[in-house]
């Protein structure tokens, strides 16, 4: 990790794109398995992109409200570092899984963020998550990392405005911040220009903390 906040980008569905972010210093990328998104993988592109990621990035496995064997069908086949719940799974479902877990909030909600103790957690938009680029409020974020929960910021995250979010935070720093549709070009392609100012902007905003 080449700062204090990591750098999660989620949704590579190209393994033509991996070069690129290996280049640029990304600390995690998330490969998606939620049926309907249009950034899902399936296992052999996702075997792909691992195998090239390997060694490189820690790698995420994203899903929501999967079925009970899906995450073990997945892991079977391709590796991963971490698994990523953005669904509704409870804290059980969380448990249960072998591998660490980020898990996905809606928004920076405490009573939710207290039933996963321990957890990394991803704090997406409120209503629309997922992927859609949505900004909301971050700033909300500052309680839960005060409260020394490990949060990454997500939600309508991009080159132009991932500085002010951090800088929203006062003096403290997230564990990490997320982005998909903020780097991307056409076809869901992500854009090595702006993950590379991307990168630059978290790493000019935790700077002047």
Known sequence: MSGKIRIKICGVSHSEDVGPLIDAGVDLVGLNFVPGSPRALDLATAERISRRLEGHVERVAVFRDPEPDEIERVLRRVDFERVQLHGDETEEEVEAVDLP????????????????????????????????????????????????????LAGGLNPENVGDAIGDLGDLLPWGVDVATGVEGEGHRKDPTRIAAFIEAVRQAESAE
């Open 101 to 152: 877990v980020i898990k996905a909030l809606r928004g920076a909600d405490l009573e939710a963020a207290e039933g996963y103790p321990g957890i990394v957690l991803l704090l997406d938009h409120p209503s629309e998550g997922g992927g859609k680029g949505q900004a909301w409020p971050w700033s909300e974020a500052s309680e839960l990392i005060a409260r020394g929960y490990d949060i990454i």
